[in-house]
């Protein structure tokens, strides 16, 4: 109950594609989803977030789309440049700022010129 | 926005010895800390959550006399891994939780156990 699954594992698109990376869950308890971006030996940095009484959240070129009564939540990323190359991951709690966060096991994408 | 400084960013240490990570949070005050390990290619796993002022919690499976964490103020968290060996080698993060952002990371600390 406490698992984020996250897919697919890697993701290889040409710039200015539209990645989506998927993740579901199963505890109902959960109240708070972010996403993060790393770079290779960095810590993870917060992209976009959102909560359970929302369906969509825009911010710049990121998007997610959250289906609560399928326990799922994906990540869209227009208009996809090279830069946007890193290790993506899905994150859950059950409160935000105060219980830890769960995570899921990462995407690793390339966004090829 | 919130800044959480990490150091070192790198240590290699000998095996048997103990390497100390700190984290400091910069203009706020963190009452809880995460801390998380991650091996190459992998995600985030968390390791404690410790509180300022009392004892950290471990997860299932970590050994809390080898990962020792103290939190003796708003500001600084700390993790000693005592005795390490090869397989203590990873990537640690710590993260506190902010108004902000909801979570905010260190930059990490790539510890090498030779």
């Known amino acids: 109950q406490q698992q984020v699954k996250q897919s697919p594992q890697s993701l290889i698109v040409q710039k200015g594609g539209i990645p989506i990376i998927n993740c579901a869950y199963e505890n109902t308890a959960f109240d708070y989803f972010p996403w993060y971006q790393q770079f290779p030996g960095k810590g993870p940095a917060l992209l976009i977030a959102?909560?359970?009484?929302?369906s969509e959240k825009k911010e710049g070129r990121f998007t997610i789309s959250f289906n609560k009564s399928a326990k799922q939540f994906s990540l869209h990323i227009m208009d996809s440049q090279p830069g946007d190359s890193a290790t993506y991951f899905c994150?859950?709690?059950?409160?935000?700022?105060?219980?830890?966060?769960?995570f899921g096991t990462g995407t690793r994408l390339q966004v090829f010129p | 926005g919130a800044v959480v400084s990490q150091h070192p960013s790198r240590v290699i240490c000998k095996s048997g010895t103990s390497v100390k990570i700190e984290c400091r949070s910069l203009?706020?005050?963190?009452?809880?800390m995460f801390w998380y390990r991650q091996f190459p290619k992998q995600s985030l796993m968390l390791m404690a959550t410790?509180?300022?002022?009392?004892?950290?919690?471990?997860e299932q499976g970590v050994e809390k006399d080898k990962f020792l964490i103290n939190h003796a103020s708003l500001t600084l968290s700390t993790l000693t891994v005592t005795s390490a060996h090869p397989e203590d080698s990873s990537f640690y993060i710590c993260?506190?939780?902010?108004?902000?952002?909801?979570?905010?990371f260190g930059s990490g600390t790539r510890l090498t156990v030779v």
């Open positions: 959102i909560r359970p009484d929302v």
């Open positions: 410790s509180n300022e002022g009392s004892k950290a919690t471990y």
């Open positions: 994150a859950a709690s059950k409160s935000y700022n105060t219980d830890k966060l769960i």
């Open positions: 203009d706020f005050q963190a009452t809880t």
């Open positions: 993260s506190a939780p902010d108004r902000e952002d909801g979570y905010t």
